[in-house]
């Protein structure tokens, strides 16, 4: 009777024993990879830096456009582009990695069952009663490996992560998608502004042709006079021409990114008549939250970090619990008695010995993954905050640009309204004319250039800056990357 406390207690041991040796993690301890720290933007300017709580637009970012068309055209990327549907799909695959990883937490169960009859040779000795005979086999095989070197974990872990980046990837494809549709949908705009004023000139011209020729007849112009105004109002048909030409294919990118066929899709002209919204900068922090690439990229780290924790489990051995419990008969009729009972319990452990350097090599090629998703992750921060720099300064600029511009539309209309005046005159020739209406035309359209750029170079910042996507929609379980997309 004393001993039965112990027989009792050596099982809980054991089992606490190999508790405890399940601690074991070999991945290193993670920490996000170090970048170079910026107070703030050196083009910022008199822009506003970023709180918590400021107003950056959110979730549907080109709102702040107001531009109704372009909130249908950005609707329609968010429900029918191909692209998206294909990043969507790969963050499917990530998500079913990752379920496949965490599996191993678990144990595996196989039911068998077989129904086999057997006839032994004659040339080999015999301890059963009849050489042929029937067998009947039911049961369950039970399987768990024991993580004790933190193999399992860390294959979940990665595959958390890399979901995770997954999610990142089609959240900065959302956002380049939604960036390049409002891109593409200014410069339309701009393209139909300069389609204006070139129509307009090329009936200006027509008119200074057509009075030019009449001028000839009473002998107040030359030849030349009427060469010149021919030559001028070609030249403008033919830009007039480029333009249109520049407009279809544009408009043809447009409808391929609204998941359309270029037959099916015509916007009406629209001047751009619109300013630049006001936007205000984020500071480098909340760029780092903000910034879907980012995220993405410092994943990718963590992922490979944990990945070099299931590299090294491999020189340790590999512990399972098995268990069979099954029935086996020779006979149909007996397969349920009692005296059919089978099973069977116990570990067993695989321990490699010899690989030729396979497992080294594997190390090895962990911890270089590692080293290039570092790399990659703070080459990523570097661009981000090269971009957010970039827009910074041309919106900075272009806004200076866009006032001289102005009043250079302004002096040239001057001078051509003052050199068609001393022509008509007699006192100027027609060629003093014909340079300053080309100097006004190429003013007026330098102008419709800069505030195109302004209104590119404003969405490219708020791309730069993550649009409205937050970091918390990449935490697993939680809201997911393509519930952004698909219900918007």
Known sequence: MKTKPAVRVRPLLVMLAATLISACDLAPQYSRPSTPPVSAYKEAGQWITATPSDAIPRENWWTVFHDATLDTLEARVTQANQDLQGAIARFDEARA????????FYPTIDANGSATRNHLSGNVANPLPHRTFQQYNLGLDFSYELDIWGRVRNEARAGKYRTEASAGDLATLDLSVHAELAVDYFLLRGYDSEQDILDRTVQNYQTNLDLTEARIKVGYARKSDVSAARAQWESARTQAAEIKLKRAKLEHAIAILTGVPPANLSLPGHLLDVEPPSIDAALPSQLLERRPDVASAERRVAAANADIGVARAAYFPT???NTLIGLAAGGAGSVFSASSQAWSFGPSATLNVFDGGRRGAINAKARAQHDEAVATYRQTVLKAFGEVEDNLVSLNQLAQEAQTQQAAVTDSAETTRHATDLYKGGLQSYFDVVQAQNIELQARLADVDVRTRRMTSSV??????????????LELGATTAESTVRAK
């Open 460 to 473: 490219l910042l708020i791309k730069a800056l993550g649009g409205g996507w937050s970091r918390d929609a």
């Open 97 to 104: 990695d990752a379920r496949q990883a965490q599996a191993d």
């Open 319 to 321: 512990i399972n619990l």
